[in-house]
Nanobody, 118 residues
């Protein structure tokens, strides 16, 4: 059974930091491109950060470049999103996603709420 379980969300003041984690199970983690999306109220889900190749290349949305960092630990089947210098506009539900490098398989987590407010 495939599971992606996000954690680490919460309420943080502007300028603060959070680290999101996504624990994966039920599939071969190293064969999947892991990514983070977010969806703010009334807006479409958008890609925030992702691994885009088996070599570890990454990409980031322009809105988070220089502030967010995606990383993964294949030994722990976990992907992280370090978020620094948070802004109110970063407020959203953050989702972890896994997409196979080799097939069409694509899985989603349930999401974790991040609220940036003073």
């Amino acid at each position: 059974q495939v599971q992606l379980v996000e954690s680490g969300g919460g309420l943080v003041q502007p300028g603060g930091s959070l680290r999101l984690s996504c624990a994966a199970s039920g599939f071969t983690f190293s064969r999947y491109a892991m990514s983070w999306y977010r969806q703010a109220p009334g807006k479409e889900r958008e890609l925030v950060a992702a691994f885009i190749s088996t070599g570890g290349s990454t990409m980031y949305a322009d809105s988070v470049k220089g502030r967010f960092s995606i990383s993964r630990d294949n030994g722990k089947n976990t992907v992280y999103l370090q978020m620094n210098s948070l802004k109110p506009e970063d407020t959203a539900v953050y989702y972890c996603a896994a997409r196979s490098y080799y097939s069409g398989a694509h899985y989603w987590g349930q999401g974790t709420q991040v609220t940036v407010s003073s």
